[in-house]
Structures are given as structure tokens and as C-alpha cells.
């Protein structure tokens, strides 16, 4: 599980008109592995599953000092379950960061959405 963030970097700072798939993203958090190995270990996914819509199971922060503005937070489930063939569960939400920060991610933490994944990749 990954949580990404992307500047709706667009002339109005608009996240409802924003192209999503030419953003920036970088990440915020992830949970993966909790214990064990990769076949029988324990993820977080399973606690995820059980979940009871309390608001403390997973909770990220913005990072701080980040420049003020309109972005996109994509929290995004991938799946494993099936040999080659992973799922991608996403879900966006549109957020305002206030306060006088200037910070930005450097260019060696940037994706694109589509192609942070590449199933030819080891």
C-alpha cells in the first residue's frame, strides 16, 4: 500500500481540471511486509482487510515545509496475488496545503502514473 502526492501545478492550481498522468508524483508512505518472508509472511494488507473504518489504522503526514497548494493524494492498493499479474486499486483525493513553505521533492523522487512500474524490471 502507497500513498503518492502530485502539485496540481496547473495555472488555476486546480485539481478537477489537472492531467493526473503527466503529474509529478512522490510518495509519502507505504506499508508492505510486516514480518516473515515475501510467501509466508505477514502484510499489512491483511490488517487492512479487517479494518473498521477507525481512523487509526494508517495515517500519513504531509511533508513538512512543503510548498503551499492544491495536490492530489493517491492512495493505491497493489495486489500480488496473482503470478505476473498485479492489481492496482487507487483512489484520489484532492487536498490544500497551507503555510509558508517553499520545500519541493527533488527530481530523484519524482514519478509518472503510469510508469513508476515496469513488469520487465527485476
Known sequence: MI??????????????????STADWFKIGQKGLLEGTIEEGTWFQKSFSRWDGSPSLWSETVPPGLKAGRYLVRHEIISLHSA?????????????????GH???????????PGVWNMDRE
Open 3 to 20: 500513498a503518492w502526492m502530485a502539485f496540481c501545478g496547473n495555472k488555476a492550481n486546480d485539481c478537477a481540471t489537472f492531467d493526473s
Open 84 to 100: 505476473n499479474k498485479p492489481q492496482f486499486y487507487p483512489e484520489c483525493v484532492h487536498v490544500e496545503v497551507k503555510g509558508d
Open 103 to 113: 520545500s519541493v521533492p527533488g527530481k530523484d523522487h519524482l514519478v509518472r502514473i
